[in-house]
């Protein structure tokens, strides 16, 4: 399977050309990196079923590293799934994260990183699923890929239509509040997909261990795009 690798360096390459994709510096000192493995005592103490106490334990864990913004999760192997009976597969639950969370105030304004056409967009409307979700389609060099925006508001969604074109840096969408964000505390769900395999208007974005290697493949880190200095990987501006 070529197309992760084509990707990639793709991306690497264009690593100066990507607007940003959130209204927020992600490279600033109020950004820190958050953990959601087992490692994570405050959260294995925190009941994850109720949102409210979710999301105190999420501002608790910024205000311990003195900062407003967490970000991290790129094939991150969580427990926080088990809230959710959304994620259960059979006798393996899903716990790999695909993309990156960006967490941070709800009405945060959401941007396109480069041109794209609208693939598809719904709300996925379940406890602990993406909610509002926006896929937008993009072209480099010929090769075609897509970048999925998830937790969104509900009204991110009104008069889009599929195929609706979207020029570099326009604002795409707000960061959405609970419940209505799939009932997380709030926070980008970011995803880069080569392939969207047939999906419209979702995508998986956590896998079981067992399909690390297929989703490693399609899922590229999108860190590639964003160019977090708290994340790999983070190359400095020439």
């Not at 994620?87 to 941070?104: I, K, P, Q």
Request: with cysteine.
């Amino acid at each position: 399977m070529k197309h992760k690798e084509d990707l990639s360096a793709l991306l690497s390459r264009h690593r100066h050309a990507f607007a940003p994709v959130l209204d927020a510096d992600l490279n600033s000192a109020a950004v820190c990196r958050l953990d959601f493995t087992a490692d994570n005592s405050l959260l294995q103490q925190t009941d994850l079923q109720d949102t409210d106490a979710f999301n105190a334990a999420v501002n608790q864990l910024l205000q311990q590293q003195q900062a407003r913004i967490g970000v991290g999760g790129y094939m991150e192997d969580r427990f926080i799934y088990r809230r959710s009976r959304h994620f259960a597969v059979e006798a393996e639950s899903r716990n790999l994260h695909l993309g990156v969370d960006v967490w941070l105030e709800a009405g945060t304004a959401v941007f396109a990183p480069l041109d794209a056409t609208v693939h598809s967009f719904r709300d996925n409307d379940n406890f602990g699923d993406y909610g509002p979700t926006i896929i937008l389609q993009h072209e480099l060099e010929g090769l075609t890929f897509y970048t999925l925006y998830g937790h969104l508001s509900r009204t991110s969604l009104e008069g889009l239509q599929q195929g609706q074109p979207v020029r570099k840096g326009q604002k795409i969408a707000e960061v959405g509040p609970y419940p209505e964000n799939g009932n997380w505390p709030p926070h980008l769900h970011f995803q880069v997909i080569a392939d969207m395999e047939g999906k419209h208007g979702d995508f998986p974005g956590v896998a079981t261990t067992a399909e690390r290697s297929k989703y490693e493949q399609l899922c590229p880190n999108p860190n590639l795009i964003l160019q977090c200095r708290h994340l790999p990987p983070f190359a400095e501006t020439a």
